[in-house]
């Protein structure tokens, strides 16, 4: 039986009240000598056409997170493309994937497989997650410019006048991979400040690197949704995303609490990083 780990009670779904909140001292950068992703890595426009959904939470069970915003976009990356990303993430393991650590503050982390069971892998590389956002940036105007958008960025910024511009990915790709019975219990995703403090995440990004057509990963892969849960704690309201190969999905940070379901056959990959912003102006 697979244990759940209660979602925490409201207001709960605060980045700097979250257990989960995520600073910038996360681990130290993997190896990456080992392995090489192709010079042409996703240089070609992407030749497919991206489909785009934004998540209308109102009509969802999940209606107090209306006017938050998730969308996903699909075919943003080819099968081939997502199995090039997976190759090289695997080839840099020797077969062992760390255990996926949370995030406890003060840029501590710590094993607590109650609430994260998962391999990761943390590689930092500007190139590849620029040509992730060349992909993606054309379909999500909605990012781009944060301006009185306290339900994104909190009240701060919108007392203060500021208008925040995204900047670009985080560099910081951390690759997710879960086997038969392995979770992330339901949480919120915290904000990532760069050392200078000039930027700071507002939302994330999962790429999803396969799917249950997947066969080169092993066995038929199910479950594994990207899971938006109720803050009410009733367990039975809910919205999943599921993996597809190549799909997008992006979310704001703020408020909204959500976990990686349990995968219950096969392996999931997938790939997480964040969306940066600096200040730009006062209004
Ligand atoms: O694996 C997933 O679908 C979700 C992972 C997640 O929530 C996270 O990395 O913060």
């Known amino acids: 039986m697979t244990r759940r780990l209660r979602p925490p009670r409201k207001p709960s779904c605060h980045p700097h009240h979250s257990l989960f909140t995520r600073f910038l001292k996360e681990m130290p950068k993997m190896d990456q000598s080992s ?7 996703l240089s070609k426009p992407n030749p497919a056409v991206v489909q785009k959904t934004v998540i209308n939470f109102k ?9 938050l915003f998730a969308a996903i976009l699909d075919n943003v990356l080819s099968r081939g493309e997502c199995d090039d990303l997976i190759r090289a993430a695997e080839a840099t393991t020797g077969g062992q994937w760390e255990q996926a650590m949370i995030n406890v503050g003060n840029g501590e982390q710590m094993l607590i497989p109650d609430a994260r069971d998962c391999g990761r892998i943390i590689w930092d590389d500007k190139d590849v997650v620029a040509r992730i956002w060349a992909r993606v940036k054309d ?12 339900q994104v960025t909190g009240s701060g910024p919108t007392k203060r006048k500021e ?8 560099e910081r790709m951390r690759f997710l991979k879960y086997t038969s019975g392995q979770y992330f219990r339901p949480h919120c995703d915290g904000v990532y400040v760069t050392p200078d403090g000039s930027e700071r995440s507002q939302y994330t990004l999962h790429l999803y690197l396969n799917d249950s ?8 892969m199910e479950g594994g949704a990207t899971r938006f849960h109720s803050l009410s704690s009733d367990e039975s309201k809910y919205w999943d995303v599921e993996p597809r190969v190549g799909r997008v999905l992006i ?9 990686g379901d349990d995968v219950r056959n096969g392996t999931k990959y997938t ?6 912003y600096q200040k730009l102006d006062e209004y």
Do not use: C, I, W
């Not at 057509?213 to 038929?220: L, V």
């Not at 790939?271 to 940066?276: A, F, G, I, V």
């Open 213 to 220: 057509d997947d066969a080169t990963s092993g066995a038929q």
């Open 251 to 259: 979310f704001q940070h703020r408020g909204l609490l959500h976990s």
């Open 163 to 170: 208008v925040l511009h995204m900047t670009r990915l985080n």
């Open 35 to 41: 392995f090489k992703l192709p010079s042409t890595f």
């Open 139 to 150: 379909h999500v105007p909605e990012v781009d410019l944060l301006k009185n958008m306290p």
């Open 271 to 276: 790939l997480r990083t964040d969306l940066m």
């Open 59 to 67: 009509k969802t069970p999940l209606p107090e997170y209306q006017g």
